[in-house]
């Protein structure tokens, strides 16, 4: 049985982040993209994702989107047949993150979204290598088209967000823990923490890549992805 997918963005993304794996898996499944913009707590965000998601599916998210999928199992775990984790974070946010967060805040309230973006975070997305300044000008793309209030609602959300590590203990499906090897927003001793709390977990680390592996190496994260989505579609319900 071939499930439904559905591919949560990071922060200040949208479904574009996911083009090399829609290109790749669209053909032979259904694949959603949410939005994730539309609220500003996780809870709210991943009741939203529920609303418009199938009964049963596979789920998939990078950084904020593993944050809010994450959530989506705390919520729905019969609903969730398999999940992948990539580039993401199943801690509370740190005081010192936070600390961070309210001048980005300010900045982007008062019309200067693109210069956080390009000065704060953009440094922080990437490896060194070929095809860089295209993925990050997609990403200041991205960016803008969202919009600074959706820079407010996110920064919030994430902010405020629970630790997620007795979730991960109780889920008993098919999960793939993935990062870029260089990825410095959430590294790879994150994803060996979440890998050794899942029963199961497969953990694969892309060299070469940094925080977004789906756009910087796709043909190693679409390996990994297909494997997972292969044992996905063929689990019986594993929930515990």
């Not at 892309?206 to 977004?212: K, Q, T």
Request: aromatic fraction near 2%; glycine fraction near 8%; proline fraction near 8%.
């Amino acid at each position: 049985m071939t499930l439904p997918l559905i591919l949560l963005p990071g922060m200040m993304c949208d479904g574009r982040l996911f083009s090399p794996q829609i290109a790749a898996f669209g053909a032979e499944r259904e694949i959603l993209t949410p939005g994730l913009a539309g609220a500003e707590t996780v809870a709210s965000l991943a009741q939203g994702v529920l609303a418009q998601a199938p009964e049963r599916f596979a789920l998939a998210g990078l950084s904020m989107g593993g944050i809010v999928a994450m959530e989506v199992l705390r919520q729905a775990p019969e609903r969730v047949a398999g999940l992948a984790l990539l580039d993401t974070n199943p801690l509370a946010e740190t005081d010192e993150v936070k600390a961070r967060r309210a001048p980005q805040m300010e900045k982007a309230a008062n019309g200067r979204l693109a210069s956080v973006m390009r000065d704060e975070m953009k440094p922080n997305y990437l490896a060194p290598g070929e095809g860089r300044a295209a993925v990050l000008d997609l990403c200041m793309e991205m960016a803008l088209d969202l919009g600074p209030e959706a820079f407010l609602r996110q920064s919030r959300a994430l902010r405020d967000r629970p630790d997620q590590t007795d979730t991960l203990r109780r889920f008993g499906g098919p999960t793939l823990v993935l990062c870029g090897a260089q990825d410095a927003l959430c590294p790879v001793a994150r994803h060996e923490l979440m890998a050794a709390l899942i029963p199961g977990a497969r953990l694969v680390v892309i060299e070469g890549a940094g925080h977004l592996p789906v756009l910087e190496k796709p043909e190693e994260t679409n390996a990994a992805l297909r494997r997972w989505l292969m044992e996905v579609d063929g689990a019986p319900h594993a929930d515990r």
